[in-house]
Protein backbone atom coordinates (compact mmCIF):
# COMPACT_ATOMS: atom_id res chain seq x y z
CA UNK A 1 0.00 0.00 0.00
CA UNK A 2 2.39 2.97 -1.45
CA UNK A 3 1.18 6.76 0.18
CA UNK A 4 2.45 9.53 -0.88
CA UNK A 5 5.92 9.29 -1.03
CA UNK A 6 8.58 12.25 -0.78
CA UNK A 7 12.21 12.49 -1.03
CA UNK A 8 14.30 13.44 0.71
CA UNK A 9 12.72 13.37 4.31
CA UNK A 10 15.67 16.17 5.78
CA UNK A 11 17.17 18.44 3.34
CA UNK A 12 20.04 21.16 4.43
CA UNK A 13 21.08 23.96 1.89
CA UNK A 14 23.39 26.76 2.61
CA UNK A 15 21.64 30.19 1.76
CA UNK A 16 21.67 30.68 -2.12
CA UNK A 17 21.60 27.01 -3.19
CA UNK A 18 18.87 25.72 -4.66
CA UNK A 19 16.47 23.21 -3.21
CA UNK A 20 14.52 19.87 -5.06
CA UNK A 21 11.69 18.37 -3.36
CA UNK A 22 10.50 15.39 -4.59
CA UNK A 23 6.98 13.97 -4.43
CA UNK A 24 5.64 10.41 -5.74
CA UNK A 25 1.74 10.52 -5.36
CA UNK A 26 -0.65 7.48 -4.61
CA UNK A 27 -0.42 5.32 -7.67
CA UNK A 28 -3.28 6.53 -9.57
CA UNK A 29 -4.00 9.81 -8.60
CA UNK A 30 -3.55 12.30 -10.92
CA UNK A 31 -4.03 15.99 -8.83
CA UNK A 32 -0.92 16.93 -7.09
CA UNK A 33 -0.83 19.53 -4.16
CA UNK A 34 1.93 21.05 -2.45
CA UNK A 35 1.64 23.16 1.33
CA UNK A 36 4.69 24.70 3.25
CA UNK A 37 4.64 24.38 7.40
CA UNK A 38 6.50 26.88 8.75
CA UNK A 39 7.25 26.16 12.70
CA UNK A 40 3.53 26.73 15.03
CA UNK A 41 1.56 27.78 11.99
CA UNK A 42 -1.00 25.82 10.20
CA UNK A 43 -0.05 24.35 6.25
CA UNK A 44 -0.21 27.13 3.61
CA UNK A 45 -1.08 25.91 0.26
CA UNK A 46 1.20 26.45 -2.66
CA UNK A 47 0.36 24.84 -5.67
CA UNK A 48 -1.88 22.55 -7.53
CA UNK A 49 -0.80 20.77 -10.73
CA UNK A 50 -2.30 17.99 -12.91
CA UNK A 51 -0.25 16.15 -14.72
CA UNK A 52 1.81 18.60 -16.86
CA UNK A 53 -0.09 21.45 -15.85
CA UNK A 54 0.09 23.72 -13.07
CA UNK A 55 -3.93 24.47 -12.27
CA UNK A 56 -3.71 27.02 -9.17
CA UNK A 57 -0.35 28.57 -8.04
CA UNK A 58 -1.78 31.61 -6.14
CA UNK A 59 0.16 30.52 -2.79
CA UNK A 60 3.46 30.29 -4.33
CA UNK A 61 5.94 32.91 -3.79
CA UNK A 62 6.27 34.73 -7.16
CA UNK A 63 10.15 34.62 -7.57
CA UNK A 64 12.66 31.35 -6.46
CA UNK A 65 9.52 28.98 -6.46
CA UNK A 66 8.82 26.53 -9.17
CA UNK A 67 6.56 23.33 -9.37
CA UNK A 68 6.06 20.67 -12.19
CA UNK A 69 4.35 17.12 -12.67
CA UNK A 70 5.81 15.96 -15.98
CA UNK A 71 3.68 13.07 -17.72
CA UNK A 72 6.51 10.65 -16.11
CA UNK A 73 8.31 10.57 -12.86
CA UNK A 74 7.73 12.84 -9.65
CA UNK A 75 6.24 16.24 -8.90
CA UNK A 76 8.99 18.73 -8.05
CA UNK A 77 9.18 21.62 -6.32
CA UNK A 78 11.82 23.84 -6.84
CA UNK A 79 13.63 26.66 -4.47
CA UNK A 80 15.85 28.64 -6.55
CA UNK A 81 18.62 30.54 -4.01
CA UNK A 82 17.21 29.66 -1.08
CA UNK A 83 17.15 32.31 2.15
CA UNK A 84 16.98 31.01 6.23
CA UNK A 85 13.11 32.32 5.47
CA UNK A 86 12.60 29.47 3.19
CA UNK A 87 13.01 26.76 6.00
CA UNK A 88 9.77 24.47 7.02
CA UNK A 89 8.58 21.55 6.29
CA UNK A 90 7.34 20.52 2.90
CA UNK A 91 3.94 18.15 1.88
CA UNK A 92 2.66 17.27 -0.77
CA UNK A 93 -0.53 15.69 -1.03
CA UNK A 94 -2.29 13.98 -3.55
CA UNK A 95 -5.42 13.00 -4.63
CA UNK A 96 -8.00 10.98 -6.72
CA UNK A 97 -9.89 13.46 -7.55
CA UNK A 98 -10.68 17.65 -7.48
CA UNK A 99 -10.97 18.18 -3.44
CA UNK A 100 -13.72 20.73 -4.22
CA UNK A 101 -15.64 19.26 -6.67
CA UNK A 102 -15.96 15.76 -5.43
CA UNK A 103 -14.96 16.36 -1.69
CA UNK A 104 -11.94 13.62 -2.17
CA UNK A 105 -10.03 13.13 0.51
CA UNK A 106 -5.87 14.87 -0.22
CA UNK A 107 -4.01 11.86 1.09
CA UNK A 108 -0.23 13.43 2.29
CA UNK A 109 3.38 12.61 1.95
CA UNK A 110 5.60 12.53 5.77
CA UNK A 111 7.09 15.96 4.24
CA UNK A 112 10.51 17.20 3.34
CA UNK A 113 12.13 19.28 6.28
CA UNK A 114 14.10 21.62 4.66
CA UNK A 115 16.81 23.97 6.80
CA UNK A 116 18.70 26.85 5.40
CA UNK A 117 22.18 27.08 6.87
CA UNK B 1 -12.85 34.39 1.23
CA UNK B 2 -12.45 31.56 3.63
CA UNK B 3 -10.67 31.38 6.59
CA UNK B 4 -10.43 28.49 9.53
CA UNK B 5 -10.07 29.24 13.13
CA UNK B 6 -8.82 26.58 15.59
CA UNK B 7 -9.65 28.62 18.75
CA UNK B 8 -7.31 26.54 21.05
CA UNK B 9 -3.41 25.91 20.36
CA UNK B 10 -3.02 23.40 23.17
CA UNK B 11 -5.27 21.45 24.93
CA UNK B 12 -3.75 18.74 28.08
CA UNK B 13 -6.15 16.02 29.37
CA UNK B 14 -5.53 13.37 31.61
CA UNK B 15 -6.44 9.42 29.98
CA UNK B 16 -9.93 8.47 29.48
CA UNK B 17 -11.24 11.99 30.09
CA UNK B 18 -13.17 13.58 27.09
CA UNK B 19 -11.82 15.89 24.68
CA UNK B 20 -13.50 18.70 22.20
CA UNK B 21 -10.88 20.61 19.56
CA UNK B 22 -13.05 23.34 18.73
CA UNK B 23 -13.03 24.72 15.10
CA UNK B 24 -14.82 27.96 13.10
CA UNK B 25 -14.91 28.46 9.88
CA UNK B 26 -15.72 31.06 7.28
CA UNK B 27 -17.39 30.22 3.93
CA UNK B 28 -19.61 32.20 1.39
CA UNK B 29 -19.74 28.91 -0.34
CA UNK B 30 -20.57 25.11 0.10
CA UNK B 31 -18.67 24.25 2.68
CA UNK B 32 -16.51 20.23 2.56
CA UNK B 33 -15.04 20.15 6.14
CA UNK B 34 -12.08 18.15 7.21
CA UNK B 35 -10.16 17.24 10.27
CA UNK B 36 -6.68 15.90 10.20
CA UNK B 37 -4.26 14.38 12.73
CA UNK B 38 -0.81 14.97 12.72
CA UNK B 39 1.49 12.59 14.79
CA UNK B 40 5.36 13.56 15.59
CA UNK B 41 7.35 14.05 12.31
CA UNK B 42 4.70 12.47 9.95
CA UNK B 43 2.48 13.68 7.23
CA UNK B 44 -1.40 14.17 8.00
CA UNK B 45 -4.00 11.29 8.44
CA UNK B 46 -7.62 11.98 7.59
CA UNK B 47 -9.59 11.52 10.60
CA UNK B 48 -13.12 12.75 8.90
CA UNK B 49 -14.63 14.53 6.74
CA UNK B 50 -18.23 16.42 6.41
CA UNK B 51 -19.34 16.93 2.83
CA UNK B 52 -23.36 16.59 3.16
CA UNK B 53 -25.92 14.91 4.98
CA UNK B 54 -26.41 14.12 8.44
CA UNK B 55 -24.21 17.00 10.70
CA UNK B 56 -22.64 14.37 12.71
CA UNK B 57 -19.82 12.44 11.31
CA UNK B 58 -18.12 9.76 13.12
CA UNK B 59 -14.55 9.07 12.15
CA UNK B 60 -11.54 6.81 12.98
CA UNK B 61 -9.56 6.21 16.09
CA UNK B 62 -13.23 7.04 18.16
CA UNK B 63 -13.30 10.96 16.88
CA UNK B 64 -16.59 12.40 15.92
CA UNK B 65 -17.19 15.84 15.04
CA UNK B 66 -20.48 17.92 14.20
CA UNK B 67 -21.28 20.45 11.58
CA UNK B 68 -23.28 23.49 13.11
CA UNK B 69 -24.17 25.50 10.21
CA UNK B 70 -25.73 28.59 12.09
CA UNK B 71 -22.11 28.43 14.22
CA UNK B 72 -19.78 28.01 11.53
CA UNK B 73 -18.54 25.24 13.70
CA UNK B 74 -16.95 21.96 13.16
CA UNK B 75 -15.99 20.81 16.47
CA UNK B 76 -14.26 17.54 17.36
CA UNK B 77 -15.02 15.20 19.90
CA UNK B 78 -13.62 12.11 21.36
CA UNK B 79 -15.65 10.87 24.81
CA UNK B 80 -12.14 8.58 26.40
CA UNK B 81 -9.09 9.44 24.69
CA UNK B 82 -5.72 7.50 25.50
CA UNK B 83 -1.79 8.26 25.29
CA UNK B 84 -1.50 7.66 21.94
CA UNK B 85 -4.29 10.17 20.59
CA UNK B 86 -1.37 12.91 21.61
CA UNK B 87 -0.73 14.63 18.13
CA UNK B 88 -1.41 17.92 16.37
CA UNK B 89 -4.85 18.52 14.92
CA UNK B 90 -5.74 20.56 11.98
CA UNK B 91 -9.18 22.04 10.83
CA UNK B 92 -9.46 22.34 7.41
CA UNK B 93 -12.12 23.84 4.79
CA UNK B 94 -11.97 23.58 0.96
CA UNK B 95 -11.22 26.98 -0.62
CA UNK B 96 -13.47 28.63 -2.13
CA UNK B 97 -11.54 27.33 -6.01
CA UNK B 98 -12.09 23.95 -4.87
CA UNK B 99 -8.41 23.51 -5.53
CA UNK B 100 -7.02 23.44 -1.74
CA UNK B 101 -7.34 23.04 1.41
CA UNK B 102 -7.06 25.97 3.91
CA UNK B 103 -6.14 24.91 7.66
CA UNK B 104 -6.66 26.33 10.86
CA UNK B 105 -3.45 26.43 12.90
CA UNK B 106 -3.94 23.73 14.72
CA UNK B 107 -4.17 22.44 17.74
CA UNK B 108 -1.91 19.89 20.55
CA UNK B 109 -3.43 17.55 22.24
CA UNK B 110 -1.72 16.47 24.77
CA UNK B 111 -3.21 13.38 26.86
CA UNK B 112 -1.21 12.36 29.95
CA UNK B 113 -2.03 9.19 32.54
Known amino acids: NAGVMQNPRHLVRRRGQEARLRCSPV?????VYWYRQLPEEGLKFMVYLQKENIIDESGMPKERFSAEFPKEGPSILRIQQVVRGDSAAYFCASSPGLAGADGDEQFFGPGTRLTVL | AQSVTQLDSQVPVFEEAPVELRCNYS??????LFWYVQYPNQGLQLLLK??????LVKGINGFEAEFNKSQTSFHLRKPSVHISDTAEYFCAVVNQAGTALIFGKGTTLSVSS
Open chain 2, 50 to 55: YLSGST
Open chain 1, 27 to 31: KGHSH
Open chain 2, 27 to 32: SSVSVY
